[in-house]
């Protein structure tokens, strides 16, 4: 593996909700000069500017993607670009294409250049016939939808290239993940990031969720460092690689409704439960068991619900106030 001073890092699809935050803080951590940044999506001029270079690129092109990483020098691979699980839905076989053959790619590339690569699987890995409450690390993964059919088979592929040909693949199953700065990419957790931005600029929130549906969620900073301490951790300590569950917080839409409600008393909130996505939700995790990351490299979250939707409001209404709040409810 690279030593930390030497790395030379790509982040694919960083334009996303995960991409755009981690591109700072790895550049924070490595140098803005070490850091490459791409996705499918153009940039636009402000945006990510100042932490790396920015590189078109759709991951279900090997040529293109080796170009970057054999031109670039590059060593580790952040592989974020994906389809979420609502968006996957709606385009199963376009889903396959992009989650999966962007995957191999990035294996086979990795193999070839002797990157080390983090991807992060999902708690959509899980399926209706997983146990939901405290769910282990090792357990039966039967997912329904095609995002986690395919998060499934990233974890079996990910060992296999570890196995096979020694690629330093590591991964964990990242919960919701809550966000300030950019606005979630069509999964089923959004409705935990709409609801702040409904919350500060109109006070009220129409869940697609019903009030009761438990799901593990994460605030950013957390999910940052879970992405860079698992990529640092000794690997000999690893006894899992693909994929770690971690989780930093679960709960329900209504209780999140009440802990805003703790900082903006006159929220309200109704409730139009969405088959496809409540179908989804409840094939999910009510809560994980995350001992696994815990023992074998140290994970431990910052932020529980009251800290998040703390800082959550603060931000949003500190932007809200500059008038930079830019939200239309439905659209994330
Ligand atoms: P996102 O949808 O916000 O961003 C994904 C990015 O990938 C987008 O910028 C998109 O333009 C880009 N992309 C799509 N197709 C591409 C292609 N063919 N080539 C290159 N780029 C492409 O997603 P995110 O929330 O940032 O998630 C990143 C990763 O983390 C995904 O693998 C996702 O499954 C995983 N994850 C996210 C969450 C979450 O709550 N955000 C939770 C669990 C796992
Ligand atoms: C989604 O809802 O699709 C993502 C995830 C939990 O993987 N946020």
Redesign the pocket.
């Known amino acids: 593996m690279a030593s930390s001073e030497n790395l030379r890092i790509l982040v694919?699809?960083?334009?996303?909700?995960?991409?755009?935050e981690l591109a700072v803080s790895l550049s924070e951590s490595y140098g803005s000069d070490n850091i490459v940044l791409?996705?499918?999506?153009e940039k636009s001029s402000e945006k990510l500017t100042g932490y790396g270079e920015f590189i078109k690129?759709?991951?279900?092109s090997r040529d293109d993607f080796r170009k970057i990483v054999s031109e670039n020098g590059i060593n580790r691979v952040y592989?974020?670009?994906?389809?979420?699980?609502a968006?996957a839905e709606a385009e199963p076989r376009k889903a396959w294409k992009?989650?999966m053959e962007?995957l191999v790619n990035a294996l086979e590339i990795c193999s070839e250049y002797g990157c080390s690569l983090f991807?992060?699987?999902?708690?959509?890995a899980f399926g209706p016939d997983t146990p939901l409450d405290n769910t282990p690390q090792d357990t039966i993964m039967r997912p329904h939808s095609m995002?986690g059919v395919t998060?499934v088979s990233g974890e079996l592929l990910c060992d296999y290239y570890h196995l096979k040909y020694g690629v330093d693949a590591r991964g964990v199953?990242?919960?919701?993940?809550i966000?300030s700065a950019?606005?979630?990419?069509?999964?089923t957790?959004?409705y935990a990031v709409q609801i702040f931005y409904a919350a500060v600029k109109k006070g009220s929130y129409t869940c697609y969720l019903r009030p009761d549906t438990s799901l593990d969620m994460m605030y950013m900073p957390d999910?940052i460092k879970a992405a860079i301490d698992i990529m640092e951790a000794d690997s000999e300590k690893l006894e899992h690689r693909n994929a770690f569950n971690v989780t930093a917080m679960h709960f329900t839409p209504e209780r999140l409704a009440e802990a805003i409600r703790e900082h903006l008393p006159g929220f309200e909130i109704e409730y139009r439960p969405d088959p496809l996505r409540q179908g989804i939700a409840d094939s999910w995790p009510n809560y994980m068991d995350d001992s696994a990351a815990r023992n074998e490299w140290g994970w431990e979250p910052e932020y529980d619900i009251d800290a998040m939707v703390a800082d959550m409001l603060r931000v949003l209404s500190r932007r809200h106030e500059e008038g930079k709040l830019d939200y239309t409810e439905g659209k994330s």
């Open positions: 694919t699809g960083s334009l996303g909700q995960i991409g755009s791409s996705d499918i999506r690129l759709d991951v279900v592989h974020l670009a994906a389809m979420l699980s968006v992009v989650n962007g991807v992060p699987s999902s708690i959509g995002y998060k199953r990242y919960p919701g993940i966000s950019t606005l979630p990419g069509g999964g957790t959004d999910a």
